[in-house]
């Protein structure tokens, strides 16, 4: 999110009268590219509205001087960390931080009553608070290693012909990129990210964070040793010889096949969607029909279509490219996707 999308959404709301809430921000992406909350908080402040950040990857930031600071440091009012993503505390544990006084802190523990367990687990908490006192140990020399290992994978993978990898100066318009991301591009080679990830998961025991059409997205963290990283270095030479020769390195002409979030339009809600009649299409025939399933390609896990929403013609085109590129497509009821449950209303 750049700072200019901000001032463009808050001065849109004031010129039909109207004050922003809120303004929320993702940062760092699941690719590790950092928005400049410091300029963002800023200009939220100087008009009393507060800055929540959606910080779920980045509960390492600012605990090394390599790393990009975290949202608290940069004046964010709230952050939703996941701290089981890139820290050591079990799956689904998480923490929502505070700072200043534009929230009201008794209101936002009234809205977490509405939502949270009477009986939360206390596995998931004992595991925050180890995750905290590891931290907390040595915070500033923690992540060391770490990070001399993604730079050194980082420079020797970029050595290997048929592959590249992403840089910071692909994004100058942002501050940073998380340094212990590294997000590869197998399309010199001739394979999607779905048949890359295949390959290094079963023949190499690789486990990437992210996979997309055209590239994967990896980790290195506090549990990677230096096996692992040779591991992950050894399985891209091997791709590289086995598919370079075939493939050749002219740039594809292909299609990116960016998802279709840009032009979808809700018709129903979620509720009423889920009430309506039902009824199944051919894949085909469901164009301009309203969405009666959650569709989503795994990995991400990110849905393409929702209950309540209007079929186009790009989504379907994606959901059918990634499906054959090797997506996995969860929650249809039609996994192979010749058809489609939609709303009869």
């Not at 908080?41 to 800055?51: D, E, G, R, T, V």
């Not at 963290?221 to 050894?234: D, F, I, P, Y």
């Not at 010889?241 to 979030?261: D, I, K, R």
Request: aromatic share 6%; charged share 20%; glycine share 6%.
């Amino acid at each position: 999110m750049l700072l200019l999308q901000v001032h463009r959404a808050i001065k849109e709301l004031e010129n039909e009268g109207r004050k922003a809430a809120a303004v929320f921000v993702t940062s760092p992406t699941y690719h590790g590219i950092c928005s400049n909350l410091s300029k963002i908080s800023k200009l939220c402040h100087s008009q009393k509205i507060p800055l929540i950040v959606d910080e779920a990857h980045g509960a390492h930031l600012g605990f090394h001087p390599q790393l990009p600071a975290s949202a608290l440091q940069q004046g964010a009012d709230l952050a939703v960390q996941s701290t089981h993503k890139v820290l050591s505390s079990l799956t689904q544990s998480s923490m929502l931080h505070m700072s200043g006084t534009l929230v009201d802190r008794e209101r936002i523990s009234k809205c977490l009553q509405t939502l949270q367990s009477t009986s939360p687990s206390y596995l998931l908490l004992a595991s925050l608070d180890a995750a905290r006192a590891q931290l907390s140990e040595n915070p500033e020399m923690i992540f060391s290693q770490a990070l001399e290992l993604a730079a050194e994978v980082r420079n020797l993978i970029k050595e290997i012909p048929g592959i590249s990898v992403l840089e910071y100066q692909s994004f100058s318009s942002f501050p940073m990129i998380d340094p212990l991301r590294l997000t590869i591009s197998f399309w010199q080679l001739g394979l999607s990210g779905y048949e890359a990830n295949e390959i290094m998961c079963r023949d190499y025991g690789v486990i990437c964070e992210l996979v997309d059409t055209r590239s994967i997205a990896f980790v290195i963290n506090l549990g990677t040793s230096r096996e692992h990283a040779q591991r992950l270095v050894s399985a891209m030479k091997d791709l590289s010889a086995t598919f370079l020769p075939v493939q050749g390195v002219e740039e594809s002409a292909e299609s990116s096949n960016c998802p279709p979030f840009v032009d979808s339009k809700i018709c129903l809600s979620p509720r009423e969607a889920f009430f309506a009649r039902k009824k199944r299409v051919n894949i085909r025939d469901s164009l301009g029909e309203i969405c009666g399933e959650l569709i989503c390609p795994f990995p991400p896990g990110i849905p393409v279509m929702i209950p309540g929403e209007i079929v186009t013609e790009r989504a379907l085109d994606y959901l059918l490219h990634v499906q054959m590129e090797g997506a996995v497509i969860s929650g249809a009821s039609d996994p192979l996707l010749s058809s489609m449950i939609v709303c009869g209303v």
